[in-house]
């Protein structure tokens, strides 16, 4: 045979056993051929026991090598990790867990869906070994079907004494799911998986306010000075501090542009890449924001670097309103930097009691009046300066609420007052002939000035008497009885009854029938208080008179201390008109000739007797 023979002999071989093949897979397939149901059915009985020998049974050779699939079993298999392991110090963050399902197939050829998929899921946490606080002691994440990934947000404070620790939080998980046992029950099952999560606390820079000091004063402006402490581990750059007072009546704002004094800034770092401003980033000059229906002025100033462990000292110029009533006011502060990775950051709110210097006080006492309702009189006291501060030219000024009281000079000036001198003031005033006597009010109020800003304390109200109207003179009358038809002298004698020196006094005699005077005026240089005078009348009174008492009227016109033009009031005073003198004829009317003639004899007679 040639070898071309031989060679499609060959190919003819192959070709057979493929189609035999071919023919066999075909049978294999064909299950469901009703003739052949049993028969097949037997044979893979004989095939999973002894090997058939019948000849013309092919089946049972074809599934002894495709067996039918048994049920599938699967059960839920979790993992769990961190995807951010790094908290930051000092913060209250929240830390995302995320749990996968990766289940298993227990039985079978194919994941099963429900008995593979964790129900129930509750988280339980530890944190005796983190460097960090779990607020919550336990969470729930519903069901993880198999593949699937629930997340699980961890609300977590990390104090600031953690920077740079490291530890691991426990994760207990606790699921159920669908569990068959080897007859084919379901049953649900109760797992807990436990885990360590490795968490780290990572460096960054902390601040802290260390001292603060102010000038500022109740009612004044002035300079509130904050330390500011770098607590962290890393170094901060282009520090930017916010600072605003939630407290009214306070304000903040830059002091000379808030040049630190701990490092020195340097010019902020140009970039292109640096952030847009944004409502995270400090404005350049004072803003007002709004907050629970207030508006709040707050002020950024550049700090420049602080490295960790250094302290530096922002200044900011303060406004306490002189109505603010309290020992100490809050200070906000938040301070923008960027992290050595030139990460923009933002510090949590830092907050500061501040005590500002008292308000500026003053005390009156020692108050007296010599008011008297028709009469002019002084107002005097003394004021106080009873700190905490000196205070430059004090200006005291006075107002009454009654319009029948005149304050000459309403405003008095003193000297400067140090803390805890005094000063004597006095006013000048006039009081009304309408006026009632009694209790008035007065009210008092201090300008001062510090530091050449003028300020004002608050009003003092008190309350001076006002006397009942006294006569300005006292006047007697000595030789006051006068006969019916005669002229007598009368002394009037006057004393000043007020509290100053009285000058140009004119009396001033207004007499009715029957009496009458040879010159109606009188004149007294002056008089001092308390002192007397005495003036001379030629008082004469009608032979008709009957023999009682008539009154003399009369006032006074004179000067006071500021030389003012006053007149009294009018006086009367009392003249008794007597019985005159008796008439008996020529006799009486004769005896003083008489006697003249017998004088003049008598001295004829000596005149000769000594010659």
């Known amino acids: 045979m040639s070898r071309p023979t031989h060679q499609w002999i060959l190919v003819g071989c192959i070709l057979l056993a493929c189609g035999v093949a071919f023919a066999a897979s075909g049978l294999a397939a064909d ?20 090997p058939a020998t019948t000849p013309q049974d092919t089946t049972p050779l074809v599934t002894d090598f495709f067996e039918a699939p048994n049920d599938t079993v699967s059960e ?18 929240t830390v995302e867990i995320a749990i996968l399902n990766t289940a298993s197939i227990e039985t079978g050829t194919s994941l099963d869906e429900p008995t593979a998929t964790a129900r129930g899921v509750r988280v339980v946490f530890d944190d005796d070994d983190a460097p960090l ?41 606790e699921y159920t799911y669908t ?49 500011l402490e770098n607590v962290g581990s890393d170094d901060a750059e282009a520090v930017r501090v916010t600072a605003q007072s939630p407290t009214g009546g306070v304000t903040a704002g830059p002091a000379n542009g808030a040049t630190a004094t701990g490092p020195q800034p340097e010019e ?106 028709g009469e002019r009189g002084t107002v005097t006291a003394t004021l106080e300066n009873t700190g905490p501060e000196d205070v430059e030219t004090p200006v005291v000024r006075a107002e009454t609420a009654s319009e029948r009281i005149d304050i000459t000079d309403s ?11 005094t000063a004597e003031i006095s006013f000048d005033a006039e009081v009304s002939s309408q006026a009632d006597a009694g209790d008035r009010q007065l009210t008092l109020t201090v300008e001062y000035g510090i530091d050449r800003e003028r300020l004002e304390s608050d009003p003092f109200v008190e309350r001076i008497d006002v006397a009942d109207e006294r006569r300005a003179f006292s006047i007697t009358a000595e030789d006051a009885e006068i006969p019916a038809g005669t002229t007598q002298t009368v002394e009037l004698n006057v004393t000043n009854n007020r509290n100053e020196r009285l000058s140009n006094l004119n009396v001033f005699l207004y007499p009715d029938d029957p009496l009458s005077v040879d010159a109606d005026e009188a004149f007294i240089d002056e008089l001092e208080p308390g002192d007397s005078e005495t003036v001379a ?12 008492a008539y009154p003399l009227d009369l006032d006074i016109r004179y000067d006071d201390e500021t030389d003012d033009d006053r007149i009294s009031q009018r006086y009367q005073i009392p003249v008794t008109v007597e019985e005159p003198p008796p008439d008996d004829g020529l006799f009486p009317s004769l005896l003083p000739v008489a006697g003249v003639v017998a004088l003049l004899v008598g001295a004829t007679a000596a005149i000769r007797w000594r010659q």
Request: hydrophobic residues 30%.
């Open 133 to 173: 606080t779990v607020n919550s002691g336990e969470t729930t994440a519903g069901s993880i079907p198999p593949g699937e990934v629930a997340t699980v947000p961890v609300s977590v404070t990390v104090p600031e004494s953690a920077d740079g620790d490291s530890g691991e939080l426990a994760v207990d998980v």
């Open 268 to 373: 902020p770092p140009e970039s292109d890449d640096q952030p847009p401003e944004s409502d995270d980033q400090p404005p350049d000059d004072t803003e007002t924001t709004a907050s629970s229906g207030t508006t709040e002025a707050s002020s950024a100033a550049f700090v420049g670097d602080i490295e960790s462990d250094e302290t530096a000292t922002v200044a900011f110029d303060t406004r306490i309103d002189s109505d603010v009533n309290v020992d100490s006011y809050l200070l906000e502060l938040q301070v923008v930097y960027e992290d050595e990775d030139g990460i923009l950051r933002e510090s949590p709110t830092l907050a500061t009691a501040v005590e500002p210097t008292a308000g500026q006080t003053f005390e009156i006492s020692n108050l007296n009046s010599t008011l008297e309702v």
């Open 179 to 227: 569990a068959f046992d080897n007859d084919g029950n379901a049953t649900d099952e109760t797992e807990t998986e436990s885990f360590d999560v490795e968490l780290e606390v990572g460096g960054q820079s902390q601040f802290e306010i260390g001292d603060v000091e102010t000038d500022a004063q109740v009612g004044t402006d002035g300079t509130v000075e904050v330390d």
């Open 31 to 50: 299950t469901e051929t009703p003739a052949n149901t049993t028969d097949s059915t037997q044979a893979v009985e004989t095939a999973n026991g002894e």
């Open 411 to 421: 405003s008095v000036a003193v000297d400067d007052l140090e803390d805890g001198e």
């Open 537 to 548: 009348v030629d008082v004469s009174v009608d032979e008709t008179a009957s023999q009682r």
């Open 76 to 93: 839920p298999q979790l993992d769990l990790f961190v995807a951010e392991p790094v908290v930051e110090a000092g913060t209250e963050t």
